[in-house]
């Protein structure tokens, strides 16, 4: 017996060693880029200097004074903040509410189709968006919002109407954005629900047929309460990064246009201008810190309150 089993822990260590060695890139990655780089958040409580013919580590720890949270007071106290912090809020709980409704819907819709071979090209439809950059995908937007040659105002031009100046008009990019962000990003999330979805035992739909349920019955009493786990942890990341928006699609697909800040401006893309125009690491730093730190928060108290309604839900 103890023969065998020692040949069963061979067997299981050596099992292990190998799932071991597949996941050190991961883990060297993860070290690498997300750890090692910690140490850079002493940025946000200084004035960082540099010092010709110095390296990074010298300006940092020498050469840079420590100004507590001077950084962090001046971001407050910035008259632009507050709309900054309006839009990004404004724009993630769209997103958010937005990405969790349509691809469940979709999903669900797709999951009575008939059809596999017409589900699976809408499914690859609906992802070829999610692998565009957002460079790619401005270009297509500047091809139909362009002043001269724009499809858009092609159009208008041809129902006698003026061109619209659409780079310069700060009211229509909530929509412009909000369709976008929908068009590029929803796809992902439709297939996860899809998989979902097509996990869930189809006894449970043959039994509920015979007991007389209809389609909307079933949607409501089996496929919901079943992809409900997966729906709940989307949400709570989703949260967590509640103070994160796309500076692809804020950046890019504005084109960086001074004339809509008003309306578009978000703060990863305030924290971005303000290290490249002025050159402010230190404050730059201090918004980037508030961002994660509020979004940990949010992440904390939604998990929390899923908690207490349910214990088994939620991420940790």
């Known amino acids: 017996m103890k023969h065998k089993n020692g040949k069963n822990n061979k067997k299981r260590i050596g099992s292990s060693l190998g799932l071991i060695a597949l996941s050190l890139p991961t883990i060297a990655w993860y070290i690498a880029f997300c750890y090692l780089p910690l140490f850079g958040i002493v940025i946000a409580f200084k004035r960082y200097k540099q010092v010709p013919g110095r390296n990074f580590i010298y300006n940092l720890f020498v050469a840079s004074p420590w100004v507590g949270l001077e950084n962090f007071r001046f971001l407050f106290i910035n008259p632009q903040i507050k709309s900054v912090v309006r839009n990004t809020l404004a724009y993630n709980l769209t997103f958010l509410i937005i990405d969790t409704v349509l691809p469940i819907a979709l999903a669900i819709m797709l999951s009575y189709m008939y059809s596999d071979r017409l589900k699976g090209i809408t499914q690859s439809v609906a992802m070829l968006p999610h692998f565009m950059s957002w460079v790619v995908v401005s270009m297509f937007l500047f091809a139909f919002l362009s002043t001269d040659k724009g ?150 108290i939604a998990n929390m309150l899923i908690k207490k309604v349910d214990p088994e839900e939620g991420v940790f």
């Open 151 to 300: 499809l858009f105002n092609n159009a208008l031009i041809e129902l006698g109407k003026e061109p619209v100046r659409w780079y310069q008009e700060p009211a229509v990019w909530p929509i412009i954005l909000v369709v976008t962000h929908t068009w590029k990003a929803y796809g992902y999330a439709l297939v996860m629900y899809m998989a979902n979805i097509a996990s869930i035992n189809s006894g449970l739909y043959e039994s509920a047929m015979v007991d007389g349920a209809g389609a909307w019955q079933m949607v409501l009493k089996i496929t919901l309460p079943l992809i409900r786990p997966i729906v709940i942890v989307i949400l709570l990341l989703n949260l967590g990064g509640i103070f994160n928006t796309d500076f692809g699609l804020f950046f890019h697909a504005t084109r960086n246009s001074g004339s809509i800040i008003s309306t578009t401006q978000t703060i990863d893309v305030y924290t971005y201008k303000a290290l490249m125009e002025q050159a402010n690491y230190g404050y730059s730093a201090a918004a980037s810190l508030m961002q994660n730190v509020i979004g940990c928060i949010f992440l904390l």
